[in-house]
């Protein structure tokens, strides 16, 4: 069974871990937490969580998910605090960068398998939600895609260890807030599960979309099926598709770019890359054929680009997301012909967003230990 450490005692964590300890240092508005820094939130926040009862009903593993998920959750509070003029204390954009954070502590630093690892991840990710939901422009589109990424049985969990986990002055208005989350989940058919749709393109008609029914089923559309690859550099992208996609024309940004002698840092040659990339691609969705487009694609902008443009050519999409372990992926990184310099591998490690079952009509994970 995995843990994130076999000793959970606070000493050792502080000790061992730099992302623990550089919690001491953080304040938060006493306002909202009266108990002081991160660091106290934080192990006020496990004893909460070890003391739910929802906690301890889990199996084994989804408790030390949930642990982890709970010691990580405000590991970016470090970089994005800040106080402002009239002395509050604000944290903005912590879970986002929280994610991105965990993920490279749960890939470089403790490897962990891939699912366990991105359950703990969009945990971190989205541990306000249940807080913050009906603040939201569309509470239920934002709970339904939330649905896809994370447990929302496990989310309210955590939120919940996370409101007694500190002291403030509104712990029941949070908790009800929490219990209303719970029961929207309930009503829209996602406690715990991901929202199921009628087929693939009813979820994208939703996801993409304003003012759509989720129970919405549009008419069939039929053009090209486009598969996206993704993967850092050396995760096998290339063998997946020469193994599984041989029979498809190929749209190469790595190609154009070798052909007309564009180097990697060049920004600007490689807007030209991705423009001609791109026109290639337009050639086949006009014509209804299928095609693969093989790049690493790490950042979900990037694969959002790619699948508006085939959506907007009524293409039906597949993502393949390839992922080998760290140890492995610097291996055979470097037995490529065109080895990717390990600093910018680390780099691209840091921006790596992982393919959310909601970026395309079909998404598969092809994951290696």
Known sequence: ?????????????????????????????????????????????????????????QEPQQQ???????????????????ILPDGHITSPGHARRGEMTTRNILYEEIPTPFFIREQIVKLVRYHG??????????PVKALISASFDVDTQLLSILARADALGRTCTDTADLLYRIDCFEALAKE??????????????????????????????????HGSKVVIMSGLPGSGKDTYVKRY??????????????????????????GKVIQEAKEQAKIFLRQGNDFVWNATNVTRQMREQLVSLCMTYQAEVKIV?????????????????????????????RKLEVPSLTEAHQVEYIVSR
């Not at 998920?69 to 970089?79: F, G, I, Q, T």
């Not at 991901?194 to 069939?220: G, L």
């Not at 154009?256 to 920004?267: E, L």
């Not at 080998?324 to 691209?348: D, G, I, M």
């Open 1 to 57: 069974m995995w843990t994130i450490d076999k000793d959970k005692s606070w000493q050792h964590l502080h000790d061992t871990w730099y992302w623990v300890s550089r919690m001491e240092g953080v304040p938060q508005d006493p306002h909202h937490h009266a108990e002081g820094n991160v660091a106290i939130h934080t192990r006020m926040v496990l004893a909460a969580l070890e003391q739910l009862s929802s906690y301890q009903q």
């Open 64 to 82: 030390e998910l949930l642990w982890a998920a709970a010691l990580l959750h405000d590991v970016e509070k470090y970089s994005t605090t800040e």
């Open 129 to 138: 939600l249940p807080l913050w939901v009906f603040d939201k422009p569309d």
């Open 188 to 221: 829209q058919r996602c406690w715990g599960v991901p929202r199921k749709f009628a087929t693939a393109q009813a979820k994208m008609n939703y996801i993409m979309k304003t003012n759509v029914d989720p129970d919405y089923v549009p008419y069939p559309e």
């Open 245 to 270: 996609c041989k029979d498809l024309p190929m749209v190469s940004p790595d190609e154009i770019r070798r052909k007309h002698g564009i180097a990697p840092t060049d920004k600007s040659g490689n």
């Open 321 to 349: 997301y390839v992922e080998v372990p760290a140890a492995v992926l610097f291996a055979q990184n470097k037995q490529r012909e065109y080895a990717v310099p390990e600093k910018a591998l680390h780099q691209l490690i």
